[in-house]
């Protein structure tokens, strides 16, 4: 199969799906997109709400399998673009557009690389592609709604913007509700137990807490404080506060484990989680995958960003074209460049693993 034409057709369907609205739980335009290219390059596929998958040709259950898994749907654009996030353009070596960066271009390559492998024999891994929703908001029509149905998952590589570099772990995320009670009262008497004071106390408490365990690549877990509310008249000193703490949580550490420790030393009187779906993931620096990358140039780092590596129960890998900091950006954009560099990239890094000499 020829690449640079598997480059130039990748290129495309980014604009076509560029030019599709498709906000998290909205992607059904952009699934299509994805079945037609899975029909012009005659692969059997499957779709699953807005999820839509294909295996390679000669998949073999007795063998490992590797997943190749990027997101199709969008945040919705921000108030700062000045041009319209729905229109593929090129400008100066940048194709411009909502979707761009996060994820198109990673979806796009993955899925050219995905091709480019379908029909090789021999492989030391079955592949599957997915394309997947709801990656935005963590939604459960997304992969999570998906891993159930597919075989059996050993290793994944998760496209997200890296900069063609090693991603090899990402930090969990917990959300925490936590309610500081007090006396209420009218603001002109006496009040040792109002609320607000000891709220006040309980956020430098959490400014100040660190956990023990510090990740070689992920650092520290942290704890920021993001929201706080209270009260509603002036005069009335009220019952109780509520803070929200967002928790992004190292690879030393499970998010029950998490939710524990915080119920057992917070300063607050509840505390609870709304979800512990989302941990942290990593794969081993001895890992193939990581070997062959870093047998090309590639660096290795630890993700403080959120993907669905989260949802994934196996060693994954987040590595993509595109740059994070870009991501949810005004007139967001990636090089056509870092497109047709990462499916050469992404070519090369599977071709070690893979071990296939027909490829």
């Given amino acids: 199969m020829n690449i640079v034409k598997l480059q130039k057709q990748a290129i495309e369907l980014l604009k076509n799906l560029i030019e599709t609205q498709s906000f998290s739980g909205e992607e059904s335009g952009t699934a299509k997109l994805l079945e037609n290219w899975f029909i012009a390059h005659k692969i059997p596929f499957n779709r699953h709400l807005n999820n839509v998958w294909a295996k390679n040709a000669f998949f073999d259950e007795t063998k490992p399998t590797l997943l190749l898994n990027s997101h199709h749907d969008t945040v919705k654009p921000n108030s700062g673009y000045t041009r319209n996030p729905f229109e593929a353009a090129v400008e100066d070596g940048k194709l411009y557009g909502l979707g761009s960066n996060d994820a198109g271009g990673c979806l796009v390559s993955l899925l050219a690389t995905f091709t480019w492998f379908y029909e090789a024999e021999d492989l030391n891994y079955n592949i599957i592609f997915a394309g997947t929703a709801e990656e935005e908001i963590n939604g459960r029509n997304g992969i999570s709604s998906l891993l159930p149905i597919l075989s059996q998952i050993d290793v994944a590589i998760v496209g997200e913007p890296t900069l063609m570099q090693l991603a090899i772990s990402e930090k969990g995320l ?150 994070s900091t870009r991501s949810h950006s005004a007139n967001e954009y990636i090089y056509v460049k870092e497109i047709e560099e990462g499916i050469d990239k992404y070519i090369k890094l599977l071709k070690k693993v893979l071990n296939n000499a027909k490829t």
């Fill in 174 to 323: 917990v959300v925490f509700d936590a309610i500081v009670k007090g006396t209420p009262s009218h603001a002109a008497h006496p009040n040792n137990d109002n609320a607000i004071y000891k709220a006040a106390r309980a956020v430098q408490w959490f400014e100040n807490f660190s956990l023990k365990k510090v990740s070689e690549s992920l650092g520290e877990v942290k704890l920021t404080v993001t929201q706080i509310n209270a009260g509603s008249e002036h005069n009335v000193v009220p019952a109780r506060v509520h803070l929200v703490l967002d928790v992004r949580v190292n690879d030393c550490y499970t998010n029950a484990e998490i939710e524990q420790i915080l119920k057992d030393q917070a300063p607050v009187d509840e505390i609870n989680a709304r979800s512990l779906r989302l941990n942290s993931s990593s794969i081993p620096k001895d890992h193939d995958l990581v070997k062959a990358g870093v047998s090309q140039g590639m660096k290795t780092y630890g993700s403080p960003t959120l993907s669905d590596q989260a949802m994934l129960k196996c060693p994954s890998l987040k590595l993509g074209p595109g740059d």
